[in-house]
Structures are given as structure tokens and as C-alpha cells.
């Protein structure tokens, strides 16, 4: 049984199915650039990096690789008008998270939200699906200088509520995840339902990989 002092959880493709919106907006702005619209299939293996790399992919229609900056410099802004109207309306928890959370938080882990989104859709998406209240600190892409696979934004949580990274757990869906908390000195649990660029998660070598944050109930003692 793993016993950290807190934990941190992942939003996208962890706790929530944001894609829908994603590839929504992805699709609009694709549509008023005259540029071919690229599908929600594409867009879940693009996910996971901010919303900047995202509309880059977009661009360019695959994961690497960089689009004509001037195209870009129109896309981008489109984009944030898009999601900023479409941030949650097509997305959904995932099933499992509700009674997994309360379980941690019946536990007594002090808990945390760390992802690469934007704040300004991260607070309104976590708002509606009825989750800001679970977390004590919200770290998003544009909190800190630099966001996941670096170590920071999970270091940045650990202090605010004064765990060592060895009493650290993180769970989130993607190699970044994985990177960010190995980098960090945390545990890391992952999700096999989440985004990961089209790659099993199991490849990266998490500590635990779990279907459902119901399972964790079965891998966490009380905390410390
Ligand atoms: O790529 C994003 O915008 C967010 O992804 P994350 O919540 O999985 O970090
Ligand atoms: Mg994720």
C-alpha cells in the first residue's frame, strides 16, 4: 500500500473527457481558416501539451513538427474565442472520479489539480463539473514559468503544502505526467483511459496504471 502525505491529479484525460470541446473548437478553427478540419480522433493524440502545441498540431495535422508562423499568429487567437465559449459544454467526468476523489479526500490526502491548461478554462471547466472545491491549489500551464514534463509545477504544490517529493504521489495519463514526476521525485499512477499521444501509457513505466480513480481505493492506505 502506497501512503504519501498528498496527492496531485491531472485534469485532461484524467479526470475529465475535455476532448469533445477540443476537437470542436479545433474543427471551427480549422473551418474559418479554410483549412481542413482534422477530427476528434486526431485532436485526443494531441492533447496533453497546452493548448498552444495543440493549435500547432492543428495546423500542421500531425504531433510534430511546426506551422508558418503568420498562420499561426491567426489561428491562435481564433482558437482562444473558441474555447472560451466552448470550454465544458461537450465534456464529461469520468466515471469513477466522483467516488474516487471523495475517497481520497475521506482519507485525509490533501489534494491538488496540476495541468497544462490555460487557467482561464481550467477554474470554469473544474467549476461546472462540480470539482474546484475538492483541490487546496490549482497549478495550471500558465502559473509558473514552465509546465509538464518539467518538474516544477508538481514541486511548486509539494511546497505549498510542505510534502517532501518522496511523500508525493501524482496521477494523471500521459508521458509527461510520468516525465514530470519522475523528474520531481514523485510516485506516479496512471490512467489507461487518458491521452497519451496514441502510445500505451504502460511503455513509460508508471508505478501503477489503473482503469477507473475508484481503483486507488485498493492502492492507498490512510494518509500519513
Ligand atoms: O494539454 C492541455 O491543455 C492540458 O492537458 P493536461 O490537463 O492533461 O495537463
Ligand atoms: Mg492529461
Same mark, same amino acid.
Not at 105 to 110: E, Q, R, S
Not at 209 to 218: A, K, N, R, T, Y
Given at each position: 500500500?502506497?501512503?504519501?502525505?498528498?496527492i496531485?491529479?491531472?485534469?485532461?484525460?484524467?479526470?475529465?473527457?475535455?476532448?469533445?470541446?477540443?476537437?470542436?473548437c479545433?474543427?471551427?478553427?480549422?473551418?474559418?481558416?479554410?483549412?481542413?478540419?482534422?477530427?476528434?480522433?486526431?485532436?485526443?493524440?494531441?492533447?496533453?501539451?497546452?493548448?498552444?502545441?495543440?493549435?500547432?498540431?492543428?495546423?500542421?495535422?500531425?504531433?510534430?513538427?511546426?506551422?508558418?508562423?503568420?498562420?499561426?499568429?491567426r489561428?491562435?487567437?481564433?482558437?482562444?474565442?473558441?474555447?472560451?465559449?466552448?470550454?465544458?459544454?461537450?465534456?464529461?467526468?469520468?466515471?469513477g472520479v466522483?467516488?474516487?476523489?471523495?475517497f481520497l479526500?475521506?482519507?485525509?490526502?490533501?489534494l491538488?489539480?496540476?495541468?497544462?491548461?490555460a487557467?482561464?478554462?481550467?477554474?470554469?471547466?473544474?467549476?461546472h463539473l462540480?470539482l474546484?472545491?475538492?483541490?487546496?491549489?490549482?497549478?495550471?500551464?500558465?502559473?509558473?514559468?514552465?509546465?509538464? +514534463?518539467? +518538474?516544477?509545477?508538481?514541486?511548486?504544490?509539494?511546497?505549498?503544502f510542505?510534502?517532501?517529493?518522496?511523500?508525493?504521489?501524482m496521477?494523471?495519463d500521459?508521458?509527461s505526467?510520468?516525465?514530470?514526476?519522475?523528474?520531481?521525485g514523485?510516485?506516479?499512477?496512471c490512467?489507461?483511459?487518458?491521452?497519451?499521444h496514441?502510445?500505451?501509457?504502460r511503455?513509460?513505466?508508471?508505478?501503477a496504471?489503473?482503469?477507473?480513480?475508484?481503483?486507488?481505493?485498493?492502492l492507498?492506505? +490512510?494518509?500519513?
Open positions: 500500500m502506497l501512503r504519501p502525505k498528498m496531485l491529479l491531472d485534469l485532461d484525460g484524467t479526470l475529465v473527457d475535455s476532448v469533445p470541446d477540443l476537437a470542436y479545433v474543427d471551427a478553427m480549422m473551418a474559418r481558416l479554410g483549412l481542413p478540419v482534422r477530427g476528434e480522433a486526431a485532436v485526443r493524440n494531441w492533447v496533453g501539451n497546452g493548448i498552444e502545441r495543440l493549435v500547432r498540431r492543428a495546423l500542421v495535422g500531425q504531433l510534430d513538427g511546426e506551422p508558418d508562423e503568420l498562420d499561426y499568429q489561428a491562435y487567437p481564433i482558437f482562444l474565442e473558441l474555447y472560451a465559449e466552448n470550454t465544458y459544454g461537450r465534456s464529461a467526468v469520468y466515471p466522483r467516488e474516487g476523489i471523495d479526500k475521506a482519507a485525509g490526502y490533501p491538488g489539480c496540476v495541468t497544462n491548461k487557467r482561464c478554462f481550467t477554474e470554469p471547466l473544474l467549476e462540480g474546484l472545491d475538492d483541490f487546496g491549489i490549482l497549478v495550471c500551464g500558465d502559473t509558473l514559468p514552465r509546465k509538464k +514534463p518539467d +518538474p516544477l509545477p508538481l514541486l511548486h504544490a509539494a511546497g505549498h510542505g510534502a517532501a517529493p518522496e511523500d508525493s504521489l496521477v494523471g500521459s508521458i505526467d510520468v516525465k514530470a514526476a519522475r523528474a520531481a514523485f510516485g506516479i499512477i490512467t489507461s483511459y487518458g491521452y497519451n496514441g502510445q500505451d501509457i511503455d513509460s513505466n508508471p508505478d496504471v489503473i482503469d477507473s480513480l475508484s481503483e486507488l481505493q485498493g492507498l492506505a +490512510p494518509a500519513a
